[in-house]
T-cell receptor, first 113, second 114 residues
Framework: DAGITQSPRHKVTETGTPVTLRCHQTENHRYMYWYRQDPGHGLRLIHYSYGVKDTDKGEVSDGYSVSRSKTEDFLLTLESATSSQTSVYFC????????????FGNGTRLTVT | AQSVTQLDSHVSVSEGTPVLLRCNYSSSYSPSLFWYVQHPNKGLQLLLKYTSAATLVKGINGFEAEFKKSETSFHLTKPSAHMSDAAEYFCVVSGAGGYNKLIFGAGTRLAVHP
């Protein structure tokens, strides 16, 4: 899995609580991405990073924030989890920008009750 | 704007028979196109990529796809299905933008029966 570790792999949390998901890579790739996967929607981009401290929003960024203080770590935070954020979250990395393939982690399954 | 449509949400084949997973795309310029595969409880893995070189692209595990600009299609095929091919497959088109904006289809779940 191209040296990508997501933690935790599974999490159950209650509505209104903060949640942080971690993505750690050992490939020294510049670009990192957070996606969510929901049935019938494929994968949708939440946020991405193009370098340390350089991040930007994707298509479904509301309710999420990210941070990247080191090349190898990209954190996704749900400030106040809602049931609509129940999903499987995938981290991906790439060494180049546009049109380059992504390498994915194994995902984090988050359930908000 | 770019978009991608996978024409079948589920495909079922018998082991040893051909596989066809259909994908149509929409793009205002020459796109890059990808197929990814996802096995249960795993992340997505790149099968193959088209980037305006040869229109017939060969990927891993015997899969290939043909880019047809006139039909705006990028269908995935394999001559003979194996049980291990059972998975979900995603057709992906590159979007416009300064970053690696990929637009994913909704996925096709492939079942392979003995």
């Amino acid at each position: 899995d191209a040296g990508i570790t997501q933690s935790p792999r599974h999490k159950v949390t209650e509505t209104g609580t903060p949640v942080t998901l971690r993505c750690h890579q050992t490939e020294n790739h510049r670009y990192m991405y957070w996606y969510r996967q929901d049935p019938g929607h494929g994968l949708r981009l939440i946020h991405y990073s193009y370098g340390v401290k350089d991040t930007d929003k994707g298509e479904v960024s509301d309710g999420y924030s990210v941070s990247r203080s080191k090349t190898e770590d990209f954190l996704l935070t749900l400030e106040s989890a809602t049931s609509s954020q129940t999903s499987v979250y995938f981290c991906a990395i790439s060494d180049r920008g546009e049109n380059s393939p992504l390498h994915f982690g194994n995902g984090t399954r988050l359930t908000v009750t | 704007a770019q978009s991608v449509t996978q024409l079948d949400s589920h495909v079922s084949v018998s082991e040893g028979t051909p596989v066809l997973l259909r994908c149509n795309y929409s793009s205002s310029y020459s796109p890059s196109l990808f197929w990814y595969v996802q096995h249960p409880n795993k992340g997505l893995q790149l099968l193959l990529k088209y980037t305006s070189a040869a229109t017939l692209v060969k990927g891993i595990n015997g899969f290939e796809a043909e880019f047809k600009k006139s039909e705006t299609s990028f269908h995935l095929t394999k001559p003979s299905a194996h049980m291990s091919d059972a998975a979900e497959y995603f057709c992906v088109v590159s979007g416009a933008g300064g970053y690696n904006k990929l637009i994913f289809g909704a996925g096709t779940r492939l079942a392979v029966h003995p």
